[in-house]
């Protein structure tokens, strides 16, 4: 089983649906969990970090589920703007050793 | 101001060249990263140093050489590297090593090896 895993898409939805994507992880003793997004040949950006049940930032809601080993971001009101691929990240080791473990991200089309 | 440079953008280099890239970072970070990353893959950790001090380092051939003169620059020195050496480099970085802190990105390097 990989460490952190996506459903790898593309998910093409209508300009103002709303989609939501999940991540599995595998060690439950992960600590922090982080939503990148990453358009074409661009670098990672930051998009939500999550430490405890949940963050919302405006269209964007992060959820975790440490029971399930799961995390979940939903984009309401979706935008042109949105189309890129979204990766997961779980920050896990022990003093000295931790690092970013990434999905293999999920691609979102958002058609006009 | 979160912001991570990378030079140079793009590289083309034979497989007997030695070439290196450099990062920057101005946020007072004492964790910085290389991670390469292919065409429709998620970066893959190469190296991570904490405090000037190489950390983890997740095998990386030896024609990979980091190198962290201070707390704010990182460099990745290239020597007989291969074709399937050709990615996209990205060096990162964030405030320490611990769980909860954030880590950001710079552009990338597009290193071709021919």
């Known amino acids: 089983r990989k460490e952190v895993e996506q459903d790898p898409g593309p998910f093409n939805v209508p300009e103002g649906a709303t989609v939501a994507f999940n991540c599995t992880y595998s060690n439950s003793a992960s600590q922090s969990f982080f939503w990148y997004r990453q358009d074409c040949r661009k670098e990672p950006k930051l998009l939500m970090s999550v430490y405890s049940s949940g963050n919302e930032d405006g269209r964007f809601t992060a959820q975790l589920n440490r029971a399930s080993q799961y995390i979940s971001l939903l984009i309401r009101d979706s935008k042109l703007s949105d189309s890129a691929t979204y990766l997961c990240v779980v920050n896990e080791g022990t003093s000295g050793t931790y690092k970013y473990i990434f999905g293999t991200g999920t691609r979102l089309k958002v058609l006009a | 101001d979160t912001e991570v440079t990378q030079t140079p953008k793009h590289l083309v280099m034979g497989m007997t060249n030695k070439k290196s890239l450099k990062c920057e970072q101005h946020?007072?970070?004492?964790?910085m990263y290389w991670y390469k990353q292919k065409a429709k893959k998620p970066p893959e950790l190469m190296f991570v140093y904490s405090y000037e001090k190489l950390s983890i380092n997740e095998s990386v051939p030896s024609r990979f050489s980091p190198e962290c003169p201070n707390s704010s620059l990182l460099n990745l020195h290239l020597h007989a590297l291969q074709p399937e050496d050709s990615a996209l480099y990205l060096c990162a970085s964030s405030d320490g090593l611990g769980p909860y802190n954030e880590q950001f990105f710079g552009p990338g390097t597009r290193l071709t090896v021919l």
């Open positions: 946020m007072g970070h004492r964790a």
